[in-house]
């Protein structure tokens, strides 16, 4: 909120210096900072829009800001990407004997993410360029009942004689994709057809294991558990309305070089919701 204010201060004060710059115009640049709620899609997200504000009329109570610029800026939830993440090992689906302790139960090795700011310049009602932010999630349900050290200069599993109800090995990084949008005409309901791409960078957060069994209950580390610290790739999403199916594809290793697997690489796939 300090931060809105603060910057809601400085719009401000932009505004004071233009409209001292040209006293004669009848037109005075803004930019105006607003809090918008969207019934359809039932979301909030706060926008900053450039434009112009009419003082033509003499009435002030009918005077209007109105856009004069293509480029927008805003909080907001969207992307939120629901789907299951695999791993291939030297370009195959199937793990080698020595990566062998991250074999993972498929159905339960998920990806989640979403954005949550985005900033971009829309050229025409059919194609838009747009940066954006969010996290991201990756977890591997592991079959084998092993626990991955801490601190250690390469990805080291210990074995042990539990046998756990859940062993999850979890990533998180802030993602940064840069999307090319292109859409469709709205039909008869209002809604369009979607399809963006573009590549992104990630930045590694934290890893995490998370373990459940009957000896020692629920227990949670931390730790970067030799994780790339820095990822890229490329992704697509395709959808109609607030729905789509997405996919994503990290070109660079899992691990750190050296520090792990070599050429085991993530590709993510499933559900999206709010283009």
């Known amino acids: 909120m300090k931060r809105l204010l603060i910057t ?6 932009t505004g004071a210096i233009l409209a001292q710059e040209k006293p004669k115009s009848s037109r005075d640049t803004l930019v105006v900072i607003t809090t918008d709620t969207l019934k359809k899609n039932k979301k909030n997200r706060i926008m900053i829009e450039f434009g112009k504000k ?12 109105k856009p004069s610029s293509k480029f927008s ?27 062998a302790n991250l074999e993972r139960e498929t159905w339960k090795s998920s990806n989640f993410g979403l954005e949550v700011f985005q900033m971009g310049y829309r050229f025409n009602s059919h194609f838009k360029v747009y940066l954006a932010a969010g996290l991201d999630w990756n977890h591997m349900r592991l079959k084998e009942n092993i626990t991955f050290q801490k601190k250690q200069p390469m990805l080291t599993a210990l074995t042990e004689t539990i046998d756990f109800k859940k062993n999850r090995f979890s990533s998180q990084y802030l993602r940064v994709p840069l999307s090319f949008q292109l859409r469709s005409k709205d039909d008869h309901k209002g809604d369009r057809f979607n399809f963006v791409f573009g590549p992104e960078v990630g930045f590694l957060l934290n890893g995490k294991i998370k373990q459940v069994s009957n000896e020692r209950g629920k227990e949670k580390f931390k730790d ?18 607030g729905m789509g199916i997405y996919a994503k594809y990290y070109m660079n290793d899992v691990f750190a070089d050296g520090q792990g697997p070599a050429e085991f690489k993530n590709l993510s796939f499933g559900l999206m919701f709010g283009f």
């Open 8 to 13: 809601a201060l400085l719009c401000v004060c």
């Open 54 to 65: 009419d003082t033509s009329d003499n009435d002030t109570s009918k005077r209007e800001f």
């Open 224 to 241: 970067d558990y030799n994780f790339n610290p820095f990822r890229y790739g490329a992704f697509a999403r395709l959808g109609y309305g």
């Open 73 to 99: 800026a805003q909080f907001t939830l969207a992307r939120v990407d629901l789907g299951l993440s695999t791993y291939t090992d030297n370009g195959s689906f199937t793990l080698s004997p020595q990566n």
